[in-house]
């Protein structure tokens, strides 16, 4: 059971257009992290949001975490080829001391 | 700081084999966590350690996987008699605890069982 599911699961975009990938629960976190993936690659800490309605800005990536703590999303300005990876989110949940990843969300950028 | 090592990059082995993973942290990290992803998939969690104690041992690992912290240092993820439901990537993140959060992942061992 994923405690938290990410939309879309898969994206293929233009480079130059925008996107929005969101990750949702019903559970209520701590915290909330976006890292992205390369294959063959361990993920990469992009951000951490901690208090609810947060936003965060990197560069082109605008991250909000949601006022309940239960939802965030990821926004991508003018994407390009180099932003092509897998994004995860992750939850640390209050009583807990570990990470739970979201389902994913596989983003090809084409040139 | 050279970050989190996982070895070995790949293994293959048969069905009914034993296998161990290795993972060294990041040298001042108290945390060590190890992952389990499917392909397109999130991690999925499976264990984790504070210094050489282990914490947490995630439901769905099956009594064949076994992971050690012996020294608080590097640590091992054993599994025996694979099965070819085990293939996957296996991820080993390191923290510091107290110190804001943050995973550091190591570039996983990716398992085929056949």
């Known amino acids: 059971t994923q405690l938290l599911e990410q939309s879309p699961q898969f994206l293929s975009i233009q480079e130059g257009e925008n996107l929005t990938v969101y990750c949702n629960s019903s559970s209520v976190f701590s915290s909330l992290q976006w890292y992205r993936q390369e294959p063959g690659e361990g993920p990469v800490l992009l951000v951490t949001?901690?208090?609810?309605?947060e936003v965060k800005k990197l560069k082109r990536l605008t991250f909000q975490f949601g006022d309940a703590r239960k939802d965030s999303s990821l926004h991508i300005t003018a994407a390009q080829p180099g932003d092509t990876g897998l994004y995860l989110c992750?939850?640390?949940?209050?009583?807990?001391?570990?990470?739970?990843f979201g389902t994913g969300t596989s983003l090809t950028v084409i040139p | 700081d050279t970050g989190v090592s996982q070895n070995p990059r790949h293994k293959i082995t048969k069905r009914g084999q034993n296998v161990t993973f290795r993972c060294d942290p990041i040298?001042?990290?108290?945390?060590l966590y190890w992952y389990r992803q499917t392909l397109g998939q999130g991690p999925e969690f499976l264990t984790y350690f504070q210094n050489e104690a282990q914490l947490e041992k995630s439901r769905l690992l099956s009594d064949r996987f076994s992971a050690e912290r012996p020294k608080g240092s590097f640590s091992t993820l054993e599994i025996q008699r694979t099965e070819q439901g085990d293939s996957a990537m296996y991820l080993c993140?390191?923290?510091?605890w107290g110190g804001g959060e943050k995973l550091f992942f190591g570039s996983g061992t990716q398992l085929s069982v056949l």
């Open positions: 949001v901690v208090t609810g309605g």
């Open positions: 992750a939850g640390a949940i209050p009583t807990g001391n570990q990470f739970y």
């Open positions: 993140a390191s923290s510091h």
């Open positions: 040298s001042e990290h108290n945390r």
